[in-house]
């Protein structure tokens, strides 16, 4: 899209934009859209595909008046930070922007995914503060808003990703400046499972892929009396994490609740309107696609 890399000003409808490559299978726009549409706003929500070398330009037409603002997705979460005026504590903890807001040319970087999936938790039952540890599945960018979310509520964390170093580095960048907290990268022999009230897929393992895991061969009753399993993926409906959490007698979540909750508090952020998840969880159904 590169002579139409950003947003014009436009003096219709007010505008916001979901910018990622690949964007063509995104969710964003339907819910985006019954979202206006129930609150009877004039706005309109586009999915643009948008590459790394055309973000800045991309961003900088976030400015034109009439632009609410945008939702990143992958490959920008955490490059779109350089490009904003200032972000919300949030944001800067997680080191990684879902949501930009436009006020009066300035744009600030929020993140929504981690209070989408704080409520998704709240929604499914999870009984915040229970002292129970929590295993985040994965390092990337969901991961951190995962370790952010469990860190309101719970003391003990551990991170388990494919690809250990990434975890390290995770759990440094909480434990470094406050040593108090307890993040921990670890392997899988070295969680005290019995103690887990909570497993966090943050992980892409599983997503489009019903046999794939980031915990094969493990058994779910070993997790502490209660336990929840909440997956970030959401294709299929139900992943093979999920299926055998269930068969184990473990409750299971996928992460459509925690994907309409996002899009509630960003399209709130935009507008000041709050408008019912269940708005944005209509808009879900029978879809397919990502953020
Ligand atoms: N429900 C929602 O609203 C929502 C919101 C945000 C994200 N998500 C989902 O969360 C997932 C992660 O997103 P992200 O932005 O953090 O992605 P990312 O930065 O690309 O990180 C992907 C992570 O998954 C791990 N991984 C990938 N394939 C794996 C496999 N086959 N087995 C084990 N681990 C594997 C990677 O491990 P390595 O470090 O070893 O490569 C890495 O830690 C995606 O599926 C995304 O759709 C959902």
Redesign the pocket.
């Known amino acids: 899209m590169s002579e139409n890399a950003g947003p014009q000003a436009s003096p219709g409808p007010q505008q916001a934009y979901l910018f990622a490559d690949p964007a063509a299978h995104s969710l964003s726009p339907r819910m985006h859209r019954a979202a206006f549409a129930w609150a009877g706003l004039d706005g309109a929500y586009e999915a643009r595909r948008v590459t790394a070398d055309e973000l800045p330009q991309a961003v900088a037409g976030l400015r034109h008046t009439g632009v609410l603002g945008a939702n990143l997705s992958?490959p920008h979460?955490e490059s779109v930070v350089a490009l904003l005026d200032d972000l919300t504590p949030a944001a800067q903890s997680i080191r990684a922007v879902?949501t930009v807001v436009h006020r009066e040319g300035r744009l600030t970087g929020d993140n929504t995914?981690a209070p989408?999936?704080a409520q998704a938790l709240s929604d499914a039952g999870y009984p915040w503060s229970q002292g129970a540890g929590v295993v985040v599945?994965?390092?990337?960018?969901?991961?951190r808003?995962a370790v952010y979310t469990a860190l309101r509520g719970e003391q003990n964390v551990w991170v388990l990703?494919?690809?250990r170093a990434?975890a390290e580095e995770l759990a440094a960048d909480w434990t470094a400046p406050n040593p108090e907290i307890q993040v921990r990268a670890a392997d899988r022999h070295e969680i005290p499972w019995s103690e887990v009230g909570l497993i966090i897929n943050?992980?892409?393992?599983g997503?489009n892929a019903p046999d794939?895991t980031?915990l094969a061969e493990f058994d779910f009753g070993t997790l502490r009396p209660g336990a929840l399993v909440y997956d970030?993926?959401?294709k299929p409906a139900e992943t093979r994490v999920m299926r055998e959490a269930r068969a184990a007698g473990v409750r299971a979540e996928n992460?459509?609740g925690?994907?309409a909750h996002?899009a509630r508090l960003a399209f709130a952020a935009w507008t000041g309107r709050d408008v019912p998840v269940e708005v944005f969880l209509s808009a879900l159904e029978d879809g397919g696609g990502?953020?």
């Open positions: 992958l979460k879902n995914d989408g999936l599945l994965g390092a990337g960018g969901a991961a808003a990703n494919r690809t990434r943050a992980s892409s393992a997503l794939e980031p970030m993926v959401y992460g459509l925690m994907l996002q990502a953020a």
